[in-house]
């Protein structure tokens, strides 16, 4: 996600890496902050609007309540998805210390934006009156 270039050596972090390095450092509570809303959120994300389109797919008896308000959530949180994109992008502007450090946003980085921005289309994308097409039919 983030690649630091010092005078003594060129080091690449991820995610995951800087949620244990946190908690080697006993800051438990930013660790869970970060791991929830990087890991987390976005795999629940894609496991969100799998299922909202699943149950339109092959629909069967569901509540569309339950799917709207599975759908709002994902558009909601979609928002606010592209906080560690905003972060990486930051600090990689203002950390720029000529010889002594610079920190580049890796590949890691373009790939998570990528699928932040594809969970965030999918989710505008989907109409949510096909919700209650499909589940009309079946609980009538």
């Known amino acids: 996600m983030l690649i630091t270039d010092t005078v003594k050596s060129k080091s ?11 908690v080697h450092y006993h800051a438990y509570f ?21 299922y909202v389109v699943l149950s339109i797919r092959f629909p069967r008896k ?5 799917l709207l308000k599975i759908h709002e959530l994902v558009e909601f949180i979609g928002r606010w998805s592209m906080v560690d ?22 590949v890691a980085a373009i790939c998570f934006a990528s699928s932040v921005i ?3 289309m999918a989710a505008i994308s989907l109409d949510p ?3 209650w097409d499909a589940t009309e039919d079946l609980n009538q």
């Open 129 to 131: 009156r096909l919700i």
């Open 30 to 50: 930013v660790a869970g902050v970060v791991f929830l809303a990087s890991v987390i959120i976005p795999i629940s994300k894609f496991i969100a609007i799998a």
């Open 118 to 120: 594809c969970t965030m």
């Open 62 to 66: 569901a509540n569309s309540h339950t």
């Open 85 to 106: 994109v905003f972060v990486v992008a930051i600090l990689s502007a203002l950390v720029h210390l000529g010889s002594v450090a610079d920190i580049f946003p890796g």
């Open 12 to 22: 690449a972090s991820t995610i995951v890496g800087g949620v244990i390095e946190l």
